[in-house]
Structures are given as C-alpha cells and as structure tokens.
C-alpha cells in the first residue's frame, strides 16, 4: 500500500496542501512547530477517523476556519482506495463526516481496513510508562486496523460494561435490586471472549516480532525484550466462563466500589527488558527502542494479517537514538513507504530518503539536493 495523493483543507497550520510523495521514504524536516506532524496527523486522520495526540476533534480545524477536510487517496494490490474526513467547529453541525471511495460512511468501524498505517510519536513514550489503559489503547489499536470486527467487538463489549455500572449505580441508590445483575453479568462475559481472544493472539505474535526487531536496532544480545499481556482472562481457555465466575465472585465488592473490577477493561501488558520491567529502569534510549519493535512489529502483523504493507509514520523518531540504532532502523524500514519528521538533517547522515520536504509554518519547500 502506499498514497498517491494526500490533500488537506483548512487542516492544523495549513490552508491548501496537496502531496503526492513517492513509495519510498519522505522525510520532513523544520524547526518544532512548523508543522511537521500535522501532516502524519492528518494520514492518521483517514486511517483510524481520530488523532492520535487528541481526542478534541475541533483542535485540528485551522485557526479562523469553520470546518477541515482531509483526504487520503492510496495504491493497493487490488486497486484504489480513497478516505476522506471532515470536521465541523459549529457544535450544531454534524461533527464529522466520513467518506470512503465517495460515499458517506455512518460509522467509523466502516474506515477500518481501507488505509492502515503504523505510527511512532514521542507521546508513545508515555504509554509505555504510564497507566495500563494507554497500553489497551495500543493492542485496541491495532486490531481495529486487523479487522473491523475487533472494532465492533469492542464497541460491543464496552456498552455492556456501561449498562453494568450504570446498574450499579442504581441499586446503590436504591433504585435496583441487585439480583438484575445477573442479565449484564451474563451479556458482559460473552461480550469478553472475541477481545480477550484477539489479545492473546496479538499479544503472542507481538512477543516473537518484537524481540527480533529488538535485538537487531537495538544491538546488544544480553538485552532481551519481552512483552506479556497480563489481566484476569490472559491465559484463560473459556473467557466467558471464567469471568462469569469472577462477576459473581466479586459482586459484592463491584457493589461497594459502584464499579465492575474484573475484566478486559482491566487489561495490560507488561514489557520487560532482560527480565526486568522497564517501567522501572529503562533509559530513553531503551524505551524508545521498545517502542519502534512493537511498531515494526505492528507493521508485520498488519501485512500478514491484509496482505498489503501498511504505511509508516515516524515522527521525530531519531532524535535520542545513537548512530547505530538510527543506522539500523533505517535498513528495517527499506521497503516501507514512510513518512518521518526530523529537525535537523544530520540525523538522517548515512540514510538516503527519496524525497526531502522543508517545513516552514504551514510552508513546504522541496530540498534543493533532495
């Protein structure tokens, strides 16, 4: 897969882009702030209908501008595809409109599969360290872009567990009987098992990609990574039974808390580096490393999974790498058509993109040795 055309209006710092950046490897390179990651954004935008850095739909629509669009039109084996998203600043219009190959879409389940992308950005850092729902956020992620049908589930599951503390809630007003819980306890475990299920798939195949992916940027043999999804149904044969079990073990608990305490919503994934977890003694450099597998690793997944190579989106990756990590990133991204930000061109010596693009403040400029 890789774009033929990607066109913004109206989007971030920019009024009018159109792009056409060739199947290999475009890099663009501006001071922080220019606008650099705007334009990874906006291919996000079309592949997954969100942003990555924001869940403020209004925050992408330029300055001044009552509404954005972008547009993404991309190669596949089978032939052409075309996503476009528009957004609204009036809170009485219709928010966001989907558009796939020129008819609306109605929701955003329906973009999944069409445009696929993997991307690193500095704020995966923060996942990687931070509480287990940026990690869920993840593995939702990205089998959402496996299927649709992940997607769905999800939406399925998270429904249930809403009328479930919304129940809660209720009886612990007085305005239920707890008995009731046991239609949600039912609907709830059954809604559990394809999640559970395409995380443990995931999360198995994530764990050999990711070590091999590892251990050749990052070059040292002693340091192994490791990735387990660890939660209440991880290795569990029948999800659905066993959480059924663990509603009814726990009700009592979920009633003094006004919460449900067991299941996939409780998930996460422990990252270990030569054996210890790397939330407590990575360095940058480490975690950063961590990070670029798993995505790599996505980008395996993803291939293997649609039979068509998913489109890279490197923003400010090589910034804390040493030369040699940056060296070999570069060799495991031949082939990939990628789409990577830096500020200064020296990070790239050695590498050889085929298209450099200066950004200036919603400005871009062809490097005159590009």
Not at 207 to 232: M, P
Request: hydrophobic share 40%.
């Amino acid at each position: 897969m890789y774009i033929q055309a990607l066109r913004l209006h109206d989007f971030r710092s920019y009024r009018q882009v159109l792009l056409t950046p060739p199947q290999g490897t475009t890099v663009f390179v501006g001071e922080n702030g220019a606008g650099k990651t705007n334009l990874l954004e906006a291919v996000h935008l079309c592949c997954l209908g969100r942003s990555h850095r924001t869940a403020n739909d209004r925050e992408m629509i330029r300055t001044g501008a009552d509404t954005c669009a972008v547009q993404v039109r991309v190669q596949r084996g089978d032939g052409v595809d075309s996503v476009g998203v528009r957004l609204f600043a009036a809170a009485e219009k219709k928010r966001k409109l989907l558009h796939i190959n020129g008819k609306t879409a109605s929701r955003t389940g329906e973009l999944m599969g069409h445009v696929t992308c993997v991307m690193f950005s500095p704020e995966d850092i923060e996942w990687m360290r931070g509480a287990p729902q940026g990690r869920r956020r993840f593995l939702d992620m990205l089998l959402s872009q496996c299927g649709a049908g992940y997607y769905y589930a999800l939406q399925t599951y998270n429904s249930a567990l809403k009328q479930r503390n919304a129940l809660l809630h209720a009886i612990a007003r007085g305005e239920a009987q707890p008995a009731l819980l046991d239609v949600w306890d039912e609907q709830l475990s059954q809604a559990a098992v394809p999640v559970v299920r395409a995380r443990q798939y995931a999360v198995e195949n994530l764990c050999q990609l990711a070590r091999g992916h590892y251990a050749h940027i990052g070059g040292r043999e002693n340091e192994v990574f490791s990735l387990r999804y660890i939660g209440h149904l991880a290795e569990s044969a029948d999800p659905a039974e066993e959480l059924l079990r663990l509603l009814r073990a726990r009700r009592e608990e979920d009633l003094r808390r006004v919460t449900t305490t067991a299941g996939p919503h409780r998930d996460d994934l422990l990252l270990t580096l030569a054996g210890e977890d790397m939330r407590a003694f990575a360095s940058q450099g480490q975690m950063r490393t961590a990070v670029l597998s798993l995505r790599l690793s996505e980008v395996d997944l993803l291939t293997s999974r649609q039979g068509e190579t998913p489109l890279l989106l490197l923003d400010d990756v090589l910034s804390e790498l040493d030369a040699g990590r940056r060296t070999r990133l570069l060799e495991r991204i031949s082939g990939i058509q990628t789409l990577l930000t830096c500020t200064d061109l020296s990070d790239l010596t050695g590498a050889k993109p085929d298209t450099v693009l200066h950004v200036r403040l919603g400005e871009i400029t062809l490097e005159e040795n590009g």
